[in-house]
């Protein structure tokens, strides 16, 4: 399995609501990784678990809550969002430094 | 502090024309190199990478990209560009001692038949 898993693929919600975004790879990859992008922009980093714990948080809202259950999944877990939260997060994966990452195909948020 | 530069925004080619996309970069030491491609709506797929060795790496769908310590550049070449080709491409460079990954701001390729 070379894949990163995304899901759900779209969604919308309310700047009320609470909703999760998963993300599962089974590559036996050590790292793992959120990114936001927004319409014709590259990704921006916003966290990276590295063997289960949290090493890089690039001053991320609280509004946005990542979760790292086991090392083949991660949550990001999303409260109180607003309407400029809206895009495209990717979920990516990497063996090591070097090796680049393997992206999953995103979810598309729309904040409403 | 590392930095990468794309400098075309929008590239529009022929069909069987070549290619060639710029990348500089920025860092004091050698980096670990990246060209990634994103078609409308989708993730990110790795289309090649340089980390030490032959300057000259192969990848995937036909593509190569050249490392000049020189002129810290990167650049990915195509001989023949098939309309499939058309996408975002982004240049993207790393380190031994972080896991962050910077990316350039992108470069968008049209292709006409």
């Known amino acids: 399995d070379t894949e990163v898993t995304q899901t759900p693929k779209h969604l919308v919600m309310g700047m009320t609501n609470k909703k999760s975004l998963k993300c599962e790879q089974h590559?036996?990859?050590?790292?793992m990784y959120w990114y936001k992008q927004k319409a014709k922009k590259p990704p921006e980093l916003m966290f990276v678990?590295?063997?289960?714990?949290?090493?890089i948080n690039e001053s991320v809202p609280s509004r946005f809550s990542p979760e790292c259950p086991n090392s083949s999944l991660l949550n990001l877990h999303l409260h109180a969002l607003q309407p400029e939260d809206s895009a495209l997060y990717l979920c990516?994966?990497?063996?090591?430094?070097?090796?680049?990452?393997?992206f999953g195909s995103g979810t598309r948020l729309t904040v409403v | 502090a590392q930095s990468v530069t794309q400098p075309d925004i929008h590239i529009t080619v022929s069909e069987g024309a070549s290619l060639e996309l710029r990348c500089n970069y920025s860092?004091?030491?050698?980096?670990?190199l990246f060209w990634y491609v994103q078609s409308p709506g989708q993730g990110l797929q790795l289309l090649l990478k340089?980390?030490?060795?032959?300057?000259l790496v192969q990848g995937i769908k036909g593509f190569e990209a050249e490392f000049k310590r020189s002129q810290s550049s990167f650049n990915l070449r195509k001989p023949s560009v098939h309309w499939s080709d058309a996408a975002e491409y982004f240049c993207?460079?790393?380190?031994?001692?972080?896991?962050?990954?910077?990316f350039g701001t992108g470069t968008r390729l049209q292709v006409f038949p």
């Open positions: 990516a994966s990497s063996q090591a430094r070097g090796y680049g990452y393997t």
């Open positions: 590559m036996g990859h050590r790292a």
């Open positions: 678990y590295s063997y289960e714990k949290l090493s």
């Open positions: 860092y004091g030491a050698t980096p670990y």
């Open positions: 340089y980390f030490s060795g032959d300057t």
């Open positions: 993207a460079v790393g380190t031994y001692n972080t896991d962050k990954l910077i």
